[in-house]
Nanobody, 115 residues
Framework: VQLVESGGGLVQPGGSLRLSCAAS????????MSWYRQAPGKERELVAT????????TYADSVKGRFTISRDNAKNTVYLQMNSLELEDTAVYYC?????????WGQGTQVTVSS
């Protein structure tokens, strides 16, 4: 199982980024997938989850209406579109394969929101 995130970077408040997570080594379309984030000095928190077929999505209250999780099962990739970014969104973002709980993690991609 391999999960590789990309798309992080430095962005100003109010800006946008799209994160990608390329999956390999397992039957991607059979698993729910999630994005988590961890800010300095804080615990890792769940940001968003998408069902295996993509029809069901859930979000943390802090990102609802600003972030969108999606997936392309033909490309074995899950995305996180982040709009209206805030300083508090600064964190390392991780994708995770879910089987009741996270079973595998990517290495993370840094998102820094700063003016």
């Amino acid at each position: 199982v391999q999960l590789v995130e990309s798309g992080g970077g430095l962005v100003q408040p109010g800006g946008s980024l799209r994160l990608s997570c390329a999956a390999s080594g397992f039957a991607f379309s059979r698993y729910n997938m999630s994005w988590y984030r961890q800010a300095p000095g804080k615990e890792r928190e769940l940001v968003a989850t998408i069902s295996s077929g993509g029809g069901v999505t859930t979000y943390a209250d802090s990102v609802k209406g600003r972030f969108t999780i999606s997936r392309d099962n033909a490309k074995n990739t899950v995305y996180l579109q982040m709009n209206s970014l805030e300083l508090e969104d600064t964190a390392v973002y991780y994708c995770a394969r879910i089987w009741r709980t996270p079973t595998h993690w990517g290495q993370g991609t840094q998102v820094t929101v700063s003016s």
